[in-house]
């Protein structure tokens, strides 16, 4: 037909697109499950605290609660492509471990070696060891 124009939509590179949902989405993810795990960990060390346990058993189960919840979260918030179960908890189990030693070690270094108050040091700690979970995660855990 002459004076007929078909109109299209045109077709976005979903490589790009996806790249760029993975870009944003994983960190924004990687934050909010990390911090609702945070506040399940401590939720559970205060009230654990005020049934009478002490502070270390207490922040040892909350840390416990806080890893189930951070892993589940991060599948579902961050790491929507992940790796199956089987593959994945062992990794998660090393990553958690390699983050407990990183973070003793960082808080130690900064609050007995460097002297800072044990507020800083811990809030320094606490932003290294989400960086290297970041990169544990991605590259060993999920597989994204």
């Given at each position: 037909m002459v004076?007929?124009?078909?109109?299209r939509p045109m077709k976005a590179d979903n490589?790009?697109?996806?790249?760029?949902?993975?870009?944003i989405r994983q960190p924004l993810g990687f934050l909010?499950?990390?911090g609702l795990a945070t506040s399940a960990h401590w939720l559970t060390m205060g009230i654990l605290m005020q049934a009478g346990m002490s502070a270390l058993i207490a922040t040892a189960i909350g840390f416990l609660v806080?890893?189930?919840a951070n892993y589940l979260l991060q599948r579902r918030l961050a790491f929507l492509n992940a790796r199956r179960h089987r593959s994945?908890?062992?990794?998660?189990?090393?990553?958690?471990?390699?983050?407990?030693?990183t973070n003793?070690?960082?808080?130690?270094?900064l609050h007995q070696v460097a002297i800072w108050p044990p507020a800083i040091a811990q809030l320094?700690?606490?932003?290294?060891?989400?960086?290297?979970?970041?990169?544990?995660?991605?590259?060993l855990v999920f597989h994204e």
């Open positions: 004076g007929t124009v078909t109109c490589a790009i697109l996806s790249s760029t949902h993975i870009r909010a499950a990390g806080g890893a189930v994945a908890v062992p990794r998660y189990l090393l990553s958690c471990a390699i983050a407990w030693l003793i070690a960082i808080f130690d270094a320094v700690t606490t932003l290294c060891v989400a960086a290297l979970n970041y990169a544990l995660y991605k590259r």
